[in-house]
């Protein structure tokens, strides 16, 4: 069974229709990713997926059943989403934004628990726990975002364009964490990328967005070596 199935999803903004049936699914383990150009959909679907946009139309279902309708009963139920432009909070320290990441959480010894955790594992954000986060660098702020995502022990972490903005060797960086995050925590992701060479290399399975359809869907390493999508998303001739 998927761990997310999405069925005929019709999402507007008044007269754009800017997802237009759209279908996908995502099993339990897998590095799923979608991209797509400027304006395709992709993060209206990741903002549908976590409730910040109301669909018209279509089911969403999440280990086999429907997804509650607000945002906030949405990560209740295992979903995490970090968004597109990471929106920490620049004001608050470090430690704020990660625990912000657990404010579903009651338990405050499982609250400390997970946070030492993401010190353990992000040493840089360890050494700056007081810092104000908006002084951290691009790649030091998606870092944050990822681990204030993973607060809430996530079942499926929606990442939207992680990469965007930030030098070469950080954004090797950065789909190096994502796939460790797979590997490592069993995490499911569903990836949204402009940088589709690097997001095709790193999914198990992708979904091609055009104007709010799917239009292509297949194993990351097929995409990438389909001569359809060289020529539109890998700058090949
Ligand atoms: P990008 O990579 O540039 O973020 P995207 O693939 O994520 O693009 P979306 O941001 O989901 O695309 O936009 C899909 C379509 O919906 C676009 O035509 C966009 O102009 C439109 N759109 C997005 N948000 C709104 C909004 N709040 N109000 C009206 N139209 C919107």
């Not at 089911?59 to 929106?87: D, N, Q, Y």
């Not at 709010?212 to 097929?222: F, H, Q, S």
Request: glycine content about 10%; hydrophobic content about 45%; aromatic content about 4%.
């Amino acid at each position: 069974m998927s761990l997310l199935a999405v069925n005929n999803l019709h999402v507007s903004y008044g007269p754009v229709q800017a997802l237009r049936g759209v279908n996908l699914n995502v099993e339990a383990g897998s590095i799923v990713s979608i991209i797509g150009a400027n304006g395709a959909g992709k993060t209206t679907l990741l903002n549908t997926l976590s409730g910040i946009v109301k669909p018209k139309s279509g089911s969403i279902l999440f280990r086999g059943t429907s997804l509650p309708e607000r945002a906030c009963k949405i990560i209740r139920e295992g979903i995490a989403h970090v968004p597109e432009g990471r929106k920490i909070f620049p004001g608050f320290t470090i430690e704020e934004n990660l625990l912000a990441g657990a404010y579903i959480v009651d338990d405050k010894q499982l609250v400390d628990e997970r946070r030492d955790a993401m010190y353990a594992r992000f040493p840089i954000l360890a050494e700056r726990t007081h810092q104000q986060a908006g002084t951290l660098s691009g790649g030091e702020q998606q870092m944050l975002a990822i681990a204030r995502g993973l607060m809430s022990d996530p079942g499926l972490i929606l990442l939207d364009e992680p990469s965007l903005g930030l030098a070469p060797l950080v954004v090797k960086a950065v789909f190096e964490l994502v796939r460790e995050i797979r590997d490592r925590s069993g995490k499911t992701i569903l990836l949204v990328e402009q940088n589709a060479k690097k997001a095709l290399a790193l999914c198990d399975y992708a979904y091609v967005l055009e104007n709010g359809v799917i239009v292509l869907e297949g194993k990351g390493d097929e995409l990438l070596s389909n001569p359809a999508i060289r020529k539109a998303y890998l700058g090949a001739e």
